[in-house]
């Protein structure tokens, strides 16, 4: 089966790419689709380790299945802020 994954940020860029198919046997886990991502696209491997798997509308475990007709989407985790934007005066 041929799964579409869709790319956010830095992991678009790096693919050349914003959605990259992936071909699986069905039935395929969250893993192993970013495994072979991985493989397809060693550009990405190390950022794509860290991504956050998005299926259906809701993050995704790794060992979650996904459907021939289901999209997958990875999105980079965002950090930083400032406590200091939070305080109450």
Not at 44 to 62: E, K, Y
């Amino acid at each position: 089966m041929q799964i579409m994954v869709r790319l956010a940020g830095s992991l678009a860029e790096r693919a050349g790419a914003p959605r990259v198919p992936v071909e699986l046997p069905e039935p395929a886990t969250v893993a192993a689709i970013i495994g072979e991502l991985q493989r397809l696209h060693p550009q990405i491997a190390a950022v794509a380790a860290s991504a956050i798997a998005v299926v259906a509308g809701r993050h995704a475990s790794p060992d979650d299945v996904v459907t021939a007709n289901q999209e997958i989407a990875l999105l980079l985790p965002v950090a930083g802020g400032s406590p200091k934007l939070f305080r109450v005066l």
